[in-house]
């Protein structure tokens, strides 16, 4: 997968409109654990990559996969304040 259409998914899109919304959530769940994701953020420089990690406050470990957020009880929390 080469192409990506991640920098202008409109889905991605209502999530920067209002990250609340149930669409801006679904988007930020998909996000945690869509492979299309994962593959556009690799494909990134560091500072492009870091920038959108910030902006959607993404948790990730050293190989730059990302994880669902997760509470401290260990449980998922997919539909929280994010």
């Not at 560091?46 to 990302?66: A, C, F, T, W």
């Amino acid at each position: 997968m080469t192409d990506h259409n991640c920098k202008h998914c409109s889905f991605r899109a209502k999530y920067d409109n209002n990250p609340k919304s149930c669409v801006g959530r679904g988007w930020r769940w998909h996000a945690g654990w869509c492979p299309g994701w994962k593959a556009y953020l690799k494909s990134l420089t560091d500072s492009e990559r870091n920038e959108l990690i910030e902006k959607y406050n993404l948790n990730h470990h050293d190989q730059g996969l990302l994880l669902a957020p997760v509470h401290e009880n260990g449980y998922a929390l997919l539909f929280t304040d994010i």
